[in-house]
């Protein structure tokens, strides 16, 4: 019996988002979402433009990167590619009732999330597509 070795695999560290202004959406996340600048690289792209580590609470990261050039195309969440954000919410009213107040830009009204739940879309600074998801245990 051939035995395959396992990869440590431990789950996702960020995902990121190429930014018009990079100092503009790192603020929006950090306000609007109470992430925290970790780490921040002068000129970490390509461009040698600035990018942002983000923590959140559970400390995992999310990367705030300088864009290209490419055109922003429209999307849906079945646009094909990674499509959306979701950030786990302990209690959606009081989460949406905060976000309320921070002036978000809801998308959406409250529906069922895939696999249990209950979520709702909005769209960041620049127009990314986010959810906020309020799960039980998995």
Known sequence: MNTIEKL?????????????????????????????????HPTGSPQGKPVWMLKAPDNSLLEIMFKDN???????????????????????D???????????EWTSGIINAIGGGK?????????NMIQILERGEI
């Open 94 to 104: 009081e989460a949406i009732r905060i976000l309320d107040q921070k002036g978000i």
């Open 119 to 127: 979520v709702r879309n909005a769209l960041d600074a620049e127009g």
């Open 8 to 40: 440590n695999f431990t789950g996702i560290d960020h995902p990121a988002v190429a930014a018009d202004d990079v100092e503009v959406l790192t603020h929006w996340y950090c306000d609007m979402l109470g992430y925290e600048k970790w780490f921040h």
């Open 70 to 92: 490419t055109l922003r195309q429209p999307r849906t969440t079945w646009t094909p590619g990674w499509s959306h954000l979701a950030l786990r919410v302990t209690n959606m």
